[in-house]
């Protein structure tokens, strides 16, 4: 069941730790399918390191495990939430990573002062309000402080990102905390000056209709 959405969703969840986004078990990444509707999701507190297609978790949309041997993440409550609320998400990852967390740590946003994030995010990167860890409590305060986007920060906690996949989701975690890191250098030598929303909605625009394969224009002589 699900064979290529469980392959991909333990792909993106090895991404996180060789990209520095979490360390244990801590963390996740889940996808979900447009056509049964079902999530795939990594199972509780195992290391990522030994995560493999066959241990990810089916599971539907009130949570029943459908499919695999393991208790799911601990957080699948709040990633059913944000699906539930979110129909044109397929995709979501929850990272700890430093830079963004450092950020989340003191309840402020990520101002959208880079490109990175202006393209991939078309915004800055919100902060929700406090938010019970595990529980549906989190999943409506990303839904609240991501306000339609793709990424939020929770306070003290860490990050989400969204995306039309779990492969998609996961750059985002990657771009993001990139971002979080340069801007928090930038930061420690002085203020930064953030994009006008004209510069932001341009840059968000440019990169849609021209980045990858599927957005390569026609070279003519």
């Given at each position: 069941?699900?064979?290529?959405?469980?392959?991909?969703?333990?792909?993106?969840?090895h991404?996180?730790?060789?990209?520095?986004?979490?360390?244990?078990?801590?963390?996740?990444?889940?996808?979900?399918?447009?056509?049964?509707?079902?999530v795939?999701?990594?199972p509780?507190g195992?290391?990522?390191?030994?995560?493999?297609?066959?241990?990810?978790?089916?599971?539907?949309?009130?949570?029943?495990?459908?499919?695999?041997?393991?208790?799911?993440?601990?957080?699948?409550?709040?990633?059913?939430?944000?699906?539930?609320?979110?129909?044109?998400?397929f995709g979501?990852?929850?990272?700890?990573?430093?830079?963004?967390?450092?950020?989340?740590?003191?309840?402020?946003?990520?101002?959208?002062?880079?490109?990175?994030?202006?393209?991939m995010?078309?915004?800055?990167?919100?902060?929700?309000r406090?938010?019970?860890?595990?529980?549906?409590?989190?999943?409506?305060?990303?839904?609240?402080?991501?306000?339609?986007?793709y990424?939020?920060?929770?306070?003290?906690h860490?990050?989400?990102?969204?995306?039309?996949?779990?492969?998609?989701?996961?750059?985002?975690?990657?771009?993001l905390?990139?971002a979080?890191?340069t801007?928090?250098?930038?930061?420690?030598?002085?203020?930064?000056?953030?994009?006008?929303?004209?510069?932001?909605?341009?840059?968000?625009?440019?990169?849609?209709?021209?980045?990858?394969?599927?957005?390569?224009?026609?070279?003519?002589?």
């Amino acid at each position: 069941m699900l064979e290529a959405l469980k392959k991909e969703v333990c792909e993106q969840n090895h991404e996180l730790p060789a990209n520095g986004l979490v360390v244990g078990s801590g963390g996740n990444v889940s996808g979900r399918d447009p056509e049964t509707g079902l999530v795939v999701i990594k199972p509780s507190g195992v290391k990522f390191k030994k995560l493999t297609p066959q241990t990810m978790v089916v599971v539907d949309m009130d949570g029943t495990v459908i499919e695999g041997q393991m208790k799911p993440s601990v957080d699948t409550g709040l990633h059913l939430y944000i699906y539930a609320a979110r129909p044109d998400v397929f995709g979501i990852a929850h990272t700890h990573s430093p830079y963004a967390s450092s950020f989340a740590a003191r309840g402020e946003r990520i101002p959208a002062v880079l490109t990175p994030i202006t393209h991939m995010l078309g915004r800055d990167v919100p902060c929700s309000r406090y938010a019970t860890p595990g529980e549906v409590d989190t999943g409506q305060a990303v839904v609240e402080a991501a306000d339609g986007g793709y990424a939020a920060l929770v306070k003290a906690h860490g990050v989400f990102t969204m995306g039309k996949s779990a492969a998609e989701a996961t750059s985002f975690a990657m771009y993001l905390e990139e971002a979080a890191m340069t801007t928090h250098l930038a930061m420690t030598r002085g203020p930064v000056d953030e994009l006008p929303q004209e510069e932001i909605d341009r840059c968000f625009n440019w990169f849609r209709q021209n980045y990858g394969q599927s957005g390569q224009k026609k070279v003519t002589a």
